[in-house]
């Protein structure tokens, strides 16, 4: 990792904290005008918070019970106030961007500091991502727009007993699915397969924009580039690309078939195929390939350990109509 995009990081990050600051000053200072009252609660809640953190801390003897019972009772009066202006209690409090590490960037659990995945996912964009991934913004579940893909049955033309509108709709079911079920790990995988411009790239956009929003850390790779930086890597003797392939949330691989193949780096794509599959610690780790290959194009490109995998462990969806590139 280059440290100078993590103290950068870490500058906005703190940025960040100081704006959030601010603005929950000037919230203090058009609701205090407001009812002044409010401002009175704040200061005697304070008070009190302080007494008991005193007696905590010189063990006297004082009664806790009571306090936080004054403190309780002031709450519920402050809540009753900002209802009447028409707010809620966070109104008064701090706003985060990531409630999980309070925008520090870092989490403590069980006295252990670890990195805040919010902190790992903007390190991952701008190390990986930014070259690969697509608008997120844009690529949405909500702006996919499946009358793009013509309702025709024409089992001649694409092979297939249904139309190209109802076999999307279904992809889309289940990649939500694949979302909600994230972190269940009988979930598959996902396999997408078929041409260009039938909204394999879009809907795994869609799929990725949802997961970082839950928190999820992602690596969007192509083939070729993800497997000419392990093998450039592994000459350097630097491991930190390999053990986010294996350790990230969701792995993105695109493209795939596309690479120039050779020994080496067939070990190791079945190296991050398989050891993604073994959620090793209880840790969740799951991977959505594209492929413009069909199932019998990926027994001829690899070997039947890797296409067992996917056949074992991924739902394999087809894609098939018009590129929808030219109804946009």
């Known amino acids: 990792m280059n440290n100078t995009i993590l103290k950068k990081l870490l500058n906005e990050y703190e940025q960040n904290r100081l704006q959030n600051i601010k603005d929950l000053d000037l919230r203090k200072k058009e609701i205090y005008s407001k009812k002044p009252r409010l401002e009175e609660i704040e200061k005697e809640i304070n008070l009190i918070s302080f007494s008991i953190a005193k007696s905590a801390l010189l063990k006297?003897?004082?009664?806790?019970?009571?306090?936080?019972?004054?403190?309780?009772?002031?709450?519920?009066?402050?809540?009753?106030?900002?209802?009447?202006?028409?707010?809620?209690?966070?109104?008064?409090?701090?706003?985060?961007?990531?409630?999980?590490?309070?925008?520090?960037?870092?989490?403590?659990?069980?006295?252990?500091?670890?990195?805040?995945?919010?902190?790992?996912?903007?390190?991952?964009?701008?190390?990986?991502?930014?070259?690969?991934?697509?608008?997120?913004?844009?690529?949405?579940?909500?702006?996919?727009n499946i009358n793009l893909f013509s309702n025709e049955i024409n089992k001649d033309k694409y092979l297939s007993n249904i139309s190209p509108r109802e076999n999307i709709t279904d992809i889309?079911?289940?990649?939500?699915?694949?979302?909600?079920?994230?972190?269940?790990?009988?979930?598959?995988?996902?396999?997408?397969?078929?041409?260009?411009?039938?909204?394999?790239?879009?809907?795994?956009?869609?799929?990725?924009?949802?997961?970082?929003?839950?928190?999820?850390?992602?690596?969007?790779?192509?083939?070729?580039?993800?497997?000419?930086?392990?093998?450039?890597?592994?000459?350097?003797?630097?491991?930190?690309?390999?053990?986010?392939?294996l350790t990230v949330n969701l792995l993105v691989i695109d493209d795939l078939g596309t690479e120039t193949m050779n020994s080496m780096k067939f070990t190791e794509l079945y190296k991050i195929i398989n050891s993604r599959l073994l959620n090793q610690n209880g840790h969740i780790t799951k991977t959505i390939i594209s492929t413009n290959l069909d199932l019998q194009g990926l027994y001829n490109t690899y070997d039947e350990r890797l296409v067992s995998r996917f056949i074992g462990h991924y739902n394999i969806f087809r894609f098939f109509g018009d590129d929808i590139r030219f109804k946009i």
């Open 60 to 144: 006297n003897n004082i009664d806790i019970r009571n306090l936080q019972n004054q403190i309780a009772k002031l709450k519920s009066e402050q809540n009753e106030l900002l209802k009447e202006l028409g707010f809620d209690l966070s109104y008064l409090s701090l706003h985060y961007n990531c409630n999980n590490c309070k925008d520090t960037g870092y989490v403590i659990h069980n006295s252990q500091t670890t990195m805040c995945n919010c902190l790992k996912q903007k390190i991952f964009d701008i190390e990986y991502n930014k070259a690969n991934i697509g608008n997120l913004s844009r690529d949405t579940f909500e702006n996919f």
């Open 172 to 245: 889309k079911t289940h990649c939500l699915k694949f979302i909600d079920n994230f972190d269940n790990p009988e979930e598959k995988n996902l396999l997408f397969s078929g041409g260009t411009g039938l909204g394999k790239t879009y809907l795994s956009n869609a799929i990725v924009s949802k997961l970082i929003k839950k928190g999820y850390t992602v690596l969007y790779q192509t083939a070729p580039v993800m497997l000419d930086t392990l093998i450039s890597n592994m000459f350097k003797n630097d491991s930190t690309f390999s053990e986010n392939l």
